[in-house]
């Protein structure tokens, strides 16, 4: 199983700062990553997939970066609505064994 | 507009049965590979179940092979997944979600507790 590990664990930035939240795969997963937000009591929203493109309707603040074992997912000037908890996620495997990192919750300073 | 909704979340004693369902509209759901994937409270996502676009083909986590069952009905475009034999591990909200690689789209969720 390829294991998926954030840091930090918790981030707290002030409004209109840089955020950046990094994740590690265990082995290489090429460029089959991707980034999640989820807020309380809501499902998980995607932001990335393949390493670095957004997903529809993802402002241009978010953008995410890496191949191979490191990943870098960086928001440019927090808003408000982005604290929150961000996962990543490696979909390499084949059979299917999608793995999620435990979780970078990005709070306020 | 994509929209997942699942239902047949609830309380069940240990060793127990539920039948989970996920609802999809607003795409051609026979086209797309599904997953659910669960999360126990206060912790991170863990996959549980892939099935492919025709059904043809399912793959399962270690730890629910032999209880759970990923199923689909493209007629009805619905997704499914039998829980049987379920321990308090199992406890978790579970989602459906449509795959494209990554996981585009996920229903709301629904609740699972397993307790007695």
């Known amino acids: 199983e390829i294991v998926m590990t954030q840091s930090p664990a918790t981030l707290s930035v002030s409004p209109g700062e840089r955020a950046t939240l990094s994740c590690r795969a265990s082995?290489?997963?090429?460029?089959?990553l991707a980034w999640y937000q989820q807020k309380p009591g809501q499902a998980p929203r995607l932001l990335i997939y393949?390493?670095?493109t957004r997903a529809t309707g993802v402002p241009a603040r978010f953008s995410g970066s890496g191949s191979g074992t490191e990943f870098t997912l960086t928001i440019s000037s927090l808003q408000s609505e982005d604290f929150a908890v961000y996962c990543c996620?490696?979909?390499?495997?084949?059979?299917?064994?999608?793995?999620f990192g435990q979780g970078t919750k990005l709070e306020i300073k | 507009e994509v929209q997942l909704v699942e239902s047949g979340g609830g309380l069940v004693q240990p060793g127990g049965s539920l039948r989970l369902s996920c609802a999809a509209s607003?795409?051609?759901?026979?086209?797309?590979?599904m997953n659910w994937v669960r999360q126990a409270p206060g912790k991170g996502l863990e996959w549980v179940s892939y099935?492919?676009?025709?059904?043809?083909?399912?793959y399962h986590r270690d730890s629910v092979k032999g209880r759970f069952t990923i199923s689909r009905d493209n007629a009805k475009s619905s997704l499914y997944l039998q829980m049987n034999s379920l321990r308090a591990e199992d406890t978790a909200v579970y989602y459906c979600?449509?795959?494209?690689?990554?996981?585009?789209?996920w229903g709301q969720g629904t609740l699972v507790t397993v307790s007695s």
């Open positions: 979600a449509r795959v494209t690689g990554a996981f585009d789209y």
């Open positions: 607003g795409f051609t759901f026979s086209s797309y590979e």
């Open positions: 099935i492919t676009s025709s059904g043809s083909i399912i």
């Open positions: 082995q290489s997963v090429s460029s089959n």
């Open positions: 393949d390493a670095s």
């Open positions: 996620q490696q979909y390499y495997n084949w059979p299917p064994l999608y793995t």
